[in-house]
């Protein structure tokens, strides 16, 4: 059976830091890209970030370019969202989700439960 746990959100002041953890089971974990969506209260999802099943390639949305940085451990089975300078808009529930490809269509068929970020002072 295929998991995604999330761990590590909590509460933080703006400017402050956080890291996420995404703890994969049920799968082989580096035989995918991993990625990070956000949820917003009232919004909806929104992609923040991804590795590649190797973790030599990574991308970002803009909002948070510069100050979010992915990262796996595929030792661990592990993928992190490292979180700094943050902002009260990335206030969300985060979700780690396992990207596949097929037949040329990209989704995400995993997720985890999510982790709540609150950024407050």
């Known amino acids: 059976e295929v998991q995604l746990v999330e761990s590590g959100g909590g509460l933080v002041q703006p400017g402050g830091s956080l890291r996420l953890s995404c703890a994969a089971s049920?799968?082989?974990?580096?035989?995918?890209?991993m990625n990070w969506v956000r949820q917003a209260p009232g919004k909806g999802l929104e992609w923040v970030s991804g590795?590649?099943?190797?973790?030599?390639?990574?991308y970002y949305a803009d909002s948070v370019k510069g100050r979010f940085t992915i990262f796996r451990d595929n030792a661990k089975n592990t993928v992190y969202l490292q979180m700094s300078s943050l902002k009260p808009e990335d206030t969300a529930l985060y979700y780690c989700?396992?990207?596949?490809?097929?037949?040329?269509?990209?989704?995400?068929?995993?997720w985890g439960q999510g982790t709540q970020v609150t950024v407050s002072s």
């Open positions: 989700a396992r990207r596949t490809v097929v037949n040329g269509l990209e989704r995400y068929d995993y």
């Open positions: 049920g799968f082989t974990f580096d035989d995918y890209d």
């Open positions: 590795v590649n099943s190797g973790g030599g390639s990574t």
